[in-house]
């Protein structure tokens, strides 16, 4: 579980990264899949176990 945490904390820093930098709104569209997908992961996780 804490790695759920701790990656969801590393793709919310890289959309705000992502955002604040014009020239990586690419790296705002990754962080953003990415912290989707994570927290789908970790929902099933936490239902399964």
Do not use: E
Request: avoid cysteine.
């Amino acid at each position: 579980m804490v790695l759920i945490i701790v990656l969801l904390a590393i793709w919310l820093a890289l959309v705000i990264i992502g955002f604040a930098i014009k020239t990586l709104l690419w790296l705002a569209i990754v962080g953003i899949v990415l912290f989707v997908v994570t927290g789908i992961y970790g929902a099933i996780r936490s239902r399964i176990g």
